[in-house]
């Protein structure tokens, strides 16, 4: 079973682009990185990178220091219907933690085939508009809106 305590990370270059993943198990369901803990106890910041790793292919640990930044926000939403069978029975809710990602312009991108069908990277402002979950795009905006060296 899944818990209900999760990882958003947006993941972005130094020109403004965004990367977004669209999911196998949803047609033209666009959005940042995203996963769920291991355990109860697992650290945010590991979670994001394993995630960061298994669904791109990116290693975290290659980039430079403070490359993945913790956003210090966090979310709760109520989990979709057809999701809640991952979850123990009478879980609906999912309490998010978001994190920015920023990698050099050339890297290169590996999904995983069994989350991740395409990917592609948009400036950042299509890219908040592109994702089906209104808080992934607010994620998106919040990175760029917290740091002007970030934005255009």
């Known amino acids: 079973m899944k818990i209900p305590i999760s990882v958003l990370v947006v993941i972005y270059k130094s020109n403004g682009d965004v990367l977004l993943i669209e999911r196998a198990d949803r047609a033209r369901f666009w959005q940042s990185v995203t996963g769920s803990l291991d355990a109860p106890d697992e650290d945010l ?3 994001a990178a394993r995630e960061v790793f298994e669904e791109t292919g990116i290693d975290v640990d290659r980039l430079p220091d403070g490359a993945l930044s913790n956003m210090h926000h966090q979310i709760e939403y109520t989990i979709y ?3 809640r ?3 123990a029975p009478g879980i609906i809710h999912n309490t998010e933690h978001w994190f920015s990602l920023q990698v050099p312009d050339d890297t290169s991108i ?5 989350e991740h069908v395409s990917y592609q990277w948009l400036p950042y402002q299509e890219a908040s508009k592109r994702c089906f979950s209104p808080s992934n795009g607010q994620a998106i905006q919040q990175v760029f809106s917290t740091n002007p060296t970030r934005s255009e």
């Open 45 to 47: 910041s590991v979670a």
């Open 85 to 87: 069978f991952r979850y």
């Open 81 to 83: 219907p057809e999701w």
């Open 110 to 114: 590996k999904l995983s085939p069994r």
